[in-house]
């Protein structure tokens, strides 16, 4: 089991910045990738960006060049800078792990970008 602990939602202006965090514990030697999601209200969730235990990255085209995700393997977290927010970013992000056989999530943490 994996568990997933997000933080770092909150309100911010359009063109602000946030940092959205993610710790993960427990069998955390499989997994082989780590990422982000959002599900804006009426909307599927949908993919941000991951990163895999090689160090691949990947976006999704409305967030390219405004997002970063990164990790602290020591730390075990992985996180997503946020800059240049949106309103349409507003959403619930989710942290997401796999591992060969099963895909974890967190409860979430709440992004709204709003003036």
């Known amino acids: 089991q994996v568990q997933l602990v997000e933080s770092g939602g909150g309100l911010v202006q359009p063109g602000g910045s946030l940092r959205l965090s993610c710790a993960a514990s427990?069998?955390?030697?499989?997994?082989?990738?780590m990422g982000w999601y959002r599900q804006a209200p009426g909307k599927q969730r949908e993919l941000v960006a991951t990163?895999?235990?090689?160090?691949?990255?990947n976006y999704a085209f409305s967030v390219k060049g405004r997002f970063t995700i990164s990790k602290d393997n020591a730390k075990n977290t992985v996180y997503l800078q946020m800059n240049s927010l949106k309103p349409e970013d507003t959403a619930v992000y989710y942290c997401?792990?796999?591992?060969?056989?099963?895909?974890?999530w967190g409860k979430g943490t709440l992004v709204t970008v709003s003036s």
């Open positions: 427990g069998s955390i030697d499989s997994i082989y990738v």
């Open positions: 997401r792990a796999d591992d060969p056989r099963v895909q974890y």
């Open positions: 990163t895999t235990s090689r160090g691949r990255l």
